[in-house]
């Protein structure tokens, strides 16, 4: 979502960062060009004007201009100011504090996404908190509403209201609120109706059934790929119903990304969660900085952290950790790896959170590199027998050619996927040589990415991630990486 405006912003900061000193103009000149970038991302005009003047204060100052790097503390400073923008550096967290049921109701226009979002929190309260979470739907004007979120509970293993035809929502809210009580339901979820626009009708509804329910957090649904119409109705509701908190859908959209930074500023109101796909498991808890941190190219390392967390099984972790100590990696060792990257949302999503992975990212897109890259080299490895997947080596022309034919690929991309292998097992290989995980954690601490893998850093490489400049905590004075690599 924020890709265009990353790129303008990271245009920017390259210039401010080439100069050794900067005078006051170029601090203006800069803000000038963050202004128009902001703008043409669809940030409200207010929210834009308060930002630009906000950073321009703290920039021109003379403790900024005479420092031994101004242009990385201008950074500093704007990426500072874009946390505080989207809400600051505390995670605004669902209030669940309140005797049970705990209500939450879900509100919003028509097409939002309020139904698909209602079960990907219940999802998550059911899953990372261990709560008993029971669903209600209180649409009756959209055709089979009902129903969607019926089928949504079972994909989910949350329970749902049962279906009574007929019935009006504060009907429903009533029978939602006894049926909670007698299953001793920790959370309940109320999913209301939505319009084509804000009406009074609309809003009569939900205030009846807030004080039949009485939530307590009143989540607003907006669709981000609305840009600034999605800030209208956001202040349109928070002026009739008291939100708590908004839910940002459709993040992974090719929108412009102005909705979610012009959110919180213009309305008060924290956003909560951002829903980044049409799976149930794509719903994320929404972290201001690193938000900020992907918008400005400086990756978001805890993200990628624990979607790893999630999706790596601990004990396929400590095989490979110890296949790895031992310099061994086969195919079978790379289509484990090849099932974590889709699990963990796929090439594109990790590229977007790597720091100053931008570049390649754009690389990937030119070069037509997609997911299904992927999904064609478990194909091929799923083609190979057993003995072929434990010694490549085994594969020769001949064999090449039946896995091209049973995967539906070309022999050249099994050729491909044999020398990624090769590479692999290499590296693999020089591990062990430097001494296992532990050896390699030591080079870490010593010299950063660069004195680890020399290969990476300078001119062309990843330069700018050794000696823990771009991931802090990694270089020299960081935590034990021993026990992280280890993870």
Known sequence: MFDSLSDRLGGVFDKLRGRGALKEQDVRDA???????????????????????????????????RSVTPGQQVVKIVNDALVEMLGGEETAELDLNAAPPVVIMMVGLQGSGKTTSTAKIARLLREKQGKKVLMASLDVNRPAAQEQLRVLGEQVGVATLPIIAGQQPTEIATRAMQSAKLQAVDVLMLDTAGRLHVDQQL?????????????????????SLTGQDAVNVAQSFSGEVDLTGVVLTRMDGDARGGAALSMRAVTGKPIKFAGTGEK??????????????????????????????EAVKIEDAEALAK???????????????????????????????????????????????????????????????????VNPALLNAKRKIRVANGSGTQVQDVNKLLKMHQEMSKAMKQIKKMGGLKGLASMFGKGGLDAAMPGLGGPGGMGGLGGGAGLPGLGAGGPDLSKFLKK
Request: charged share 25%.
């Open 31 to 65: 803000m000038r060009e963050v202004r128009i970038a902001l703008l043409e991302a669809d940030v409200a005009l207010p929210v834009v004007r308060r930002f630009v003047d906000q950073v321009t204060e703290k920039a021109i100052g003379q403790s900024v201009l």
């Open 203 to 223: 809003m009569d509804e939900m205030k009846a059934v807030a004080a039949i329910a009485t939530p307590r957090e009143t989540l607003l649904v907006v669709d």
């Open 280 to 309: 149930m498991e794509a719903l994320e808890v929404f972290h201001p900085s690193r938000v900020a941190n992907r918008i400005l190219g400086m990756g978001d390392i805890v993200s990628i952290v624990e979607k790893a967390a």
């Open 323 to 389: 296949r790895m100590e031992q310099g061994k990696f086969d195919m079978n060792d790379l289509r484990m790896q090849l099932g974590q990257m889709q699990k963990m949302g796929g090439l594109g999503a990790l590229a977007g959170m790597m720091p100053g992975m931008k570049k390649a990212k754009a690389a990937m897109a030119a070069s037509g590199m997609d997911d299904r890259v992927l999904l064609r080299m478990d194909a091929i490895i799923g083609s190979m027998t057993q003995k072929e997947r």
